[in-house]
């Protein structure tokens, strides 16, 4: 079993930045690939950005581009979710996954664990 705790979330303006941490507890961390979801009010949860134990070749969902980036810290068991260039409509619930399997990182469906999720609000 995983345990997964999000933090960092909060209030920022348009162009500002938050960074999102992913701290997780249980089983050996460095073996799952993690992935960061979001659900706005009223829409379905979507993929942000995923990353594979081996941490090479992130993904992000086209949105994000260049603006996101995610990470990990194997040794301390955690994933990372900096977001710069903020934008209104990156207002969402955040939400880190872990996935024992080699699956579609894109897919919600995939994922094993997840955490309570972490309020980002961007205002113009």
């Known amino acids: 079993q995983v345990q997964l705790v999000e933090s960092g979330g909060g209030l920022a303006q348009a162009g500002g930045s938050l960074r999102l941490s992913c701290a997780a507890s249980?089983?050996?961390?460095?073996?799952?690939?993690m992935g960061w979801f979001r659900q706005a009010p009223g829409k379905e949860r979507e993929f942000v950005a995923a990353?594979?134990?081996?941490?090479?070749?992130?993904q992000y969902v086209d949105s994000v581009k260049g603006r996101f980036t995610i990470a990990r810290d194997n040794a301390k068991n955690t994933s990372y979710l900096q977001m710069n260039s903020l934008k209104p409509e990156d207002t969402a619930v955040y939400y880190c996954?872990?996935?024992?399997?080699?699956?579609?990182?894109?897919?919600?469906?995939?994922?094993?664990?997840w955490g309570q999720g972490t309020q980002v609000t961007v205002s113009s």
């Open positions: 249980g089983r050996t961390f460095s073996r799952y690939a």
């Open positions: 996954a872990a996935m024992e399997r080699f699956g579609d990182p894109r897919s919600q469906y995939e994922y094993d664990y």
């Open positions: 990353i594979r134990w081996s941490a090479n070749i992130p």
